[in-house]
């Protein structure tokens, strides 16, 4: 069934008053010809911020038919899609406005606040703000005669979108039993955890991402919003970019704040979570937080990992596999047709071959190794972009067992250090990743992990998981665990020691499951 049990007797509880009539500033349009396309219709949320909205009907519906309808959230700082043919993006996993409308569904997209010709200031998907705000668009869409109902205020609904467009899904479909698919890509579980794990700032994607609402917000307000990024998300930016480059109790409360456990576990919407395996914002381990959390209370849920996301997949991109997964994904639960969303989780390797698992796959195997050597810590060792890992010059290099036969390196390595130093700061971290000696020493899924030490003077040991990865490994593969000083993705380190280190680490793999045609 679309709708899940019990939604009759929760909405009332859950939507309050969100599913009264629809106020008169943007009741539903008379019909006297073909389905419109209405954009920058103004929707008054919660607390009188305006909300620019865009409505796009089917392709091709008649006059007084309704179709299924798509949210599209845009990402960060970006105003909501206004061109009906705004092309997928397939280097980050979104599906464009026209393959949604031509497959016969209806796409709503819009200006979330602070951003755009919408006012307000953002809050960065806050269940309190962005949250209601996109309540009151379902509410918009509800009235709008395109729109196929389940029940009088009850549209059918589905979303789509990509990182912040993917973020707002777990939480509209969260609150709003009205919600009846989503397909969330590349999206977090945790800003506190992708922003700033272990303690290290991600200077790099920081950076942008603060300059990008801060400045995209000034141009707003020139045109009549507000135009800004809301108090608690400025003072994160502060301390984040600045010495000692360190986020308060208070703001790494507010960004888990955002988005805890039981958010997604009280998601009864099927999802499709479409993540990419090179992306260096939101990573693996975000997406596969978000998919344990949410299948642990039986939702119907799909993983589609793909080369790309935040970040570049080094090879061919294969074909376009995101965009008919979406629609079937739709076309299952928005319009019950009988049709086949493939294997419970599918991943898209590093060379564009897709391969199919029954269910998330666990390690059946693992690849080890171990080495030792002394290290200059010092701010000056950097490697890598500002938003990916590159092979580091100066590193404790620890070679890794090559498998037998071509396997999927999968999930998060466990690394296990120990070490002895002193710094006058006490404390600092290095930064682990694990390269192919036989790409280039290219950088495994771009990934780069911060490992926390303590330069006291004695022997410690700390064991950690670094980033999880989906890679695909052959028998000429040459992995080698790097531990680096320093890296541009993060935060400069603020201690300089020289420290010995022994190191072992252990790579899961998977079976090579079977390629998808």
């Known amino acids: 069934m679309r709708k899940h049990l019990g939604i009759l007797a929760a909405a009332a509880g859950l939507l309050g008053s969100s599913l009264a009539a629809a106020p008169a500033a943007w009741a539903a349009p008379v019909q006297t010809g073909s389905p419109a396309v209405r954009t920058d219709v103004v929707v008054t949320s919660f607390d009188g911020t305006p909300i620019h909205t865009n409505f796009f009907p089917a392709a091709g519906l008649a006059t ?41 569904y209806n796409v709503v997209t819009w200006d979330p606040r602070g951003f755009g010709l919408s006012g307000g200031e953002a809050y960065i998907n806050n269940p309190q703000y962005e949250g209601r705000d996109a309540q009151a668009i379902v ?16 549209p059918v609904l589905g979303m789509a979108g990509a990182s912040y467009g993917g973020g707002i899904q777990f939480v509209l479909a969260s609150r709003d039993p009205r ?45 009549g919003n507000q135009g800004a990024l809301s ?66 209370t039986g939702t119907p849920a799909k993983m589609l990992q793909f080369c790309g996301g935040h970040g570049l997949c080094n090879s061919a991109a294969g074909p376009d596999r995101i965009t008919p997964a979406v629609l079937n994904w739709f076309d299952k639960y928005l319009q019950d047709a009988p049709v086949d969303t493939g294997a419970p989780f599918e991943f898209i390797d590093q060379f564009g071959v897709t391969r199919a ?15 030792k050597g002394t290290l200059l810590l010092t701010p000056a060792a950097l490697s890598g972009a500002v938003v990916a890992a590159a092979v580091a010059p100066s590193a404790v290099n ?23 130093g002193y710094a006058p700061q006490g404390s ?25 030490l303590v330069l006291d003077g004695r022997e410690r040991t700390v064991t950690v998981p ?21 890296t541009s993705v993060y935060a400069l380190p603020k201690a300089t020691a020289l420290t010995s280190f022994t190191a072992s680490v252990t790579v899961p793999t998977v079976t090579a499951y079977p390629v998808v045609p």
Request: with cysteine.
């Open 466 to 486: 670094l980033e999880a990865v989906s890679y695909l490994a052959t028998p000429a593969s040459r992995l080698v665990l790097q531990v680096t000083p320093a």
């Open 139 to 154: 509410d918009y869409i509800a009235a709008q005669p395109e729109a196929r109902l389940d029940a009088p205020g009850d």
């Open 398 to 420: 620890v070679p890794i067992s090559a498998p037998t036969a071509t396997t999927s390196v999968f999930g998060a390595p466990q690394l296990t250090l120990t070490y002895r």
């Open 357 to 371: 698992a029954p269910g998330y796959p666990a390690a059946t195997g693992s690849l080890a190794g171990s080495g």
């Open 428 to 452: 600092t971290h290095v930064y682990a990743q694990i390269i192919d000696k036989a790409r280039a020493s290219l950088v495994l899924g771009n990934q780069v992990t911060p490992v926390p």
């Open 64 to 104: 007084g038919r309704q179709a299924p309808t798509v949210m599209v959230g845009p990402g960060f700082g970006l105003p909501g899609g206004r061109l009906p043919v705004t092309p997928t993006n397939t280097l980050i996993g979104s599906i464009g406005i026209a393959p949604l409308r031509d497959a016969g």
């Open 231 to 296: 108090a608690p998300v400025r003072k994160a930016c502060r301390e984040g970019l600045t010495y000692p480059n360190r986020l308060s109790a208070e703001s790494a409360a507010y960004f888990s704040s955002l988005t805890p456990d039981e958010m997604f576990t009280s998601i009864t919407a099927p999802t499709l979570i479409i993540q990419g395996t090179a992306d260096t914002l939101f990573t693996l381990s975000e997406a596969t937080r978000n998919y344990e959390l949410i299948t642990s």
């Open 179 to 223: 919600v009846d698919a989503i397909a969330p890509t590349i999206a977090w579980n945790n800003l506190t955890t992708s922003l700033y794990k272990a303690g290290s700032f991600k200077t790099g994607w920081g950076a942008l991402l603060c300059a990008e609402g801060t400045a995209l917000g000034q141009l707003g307000s020139l045109v």
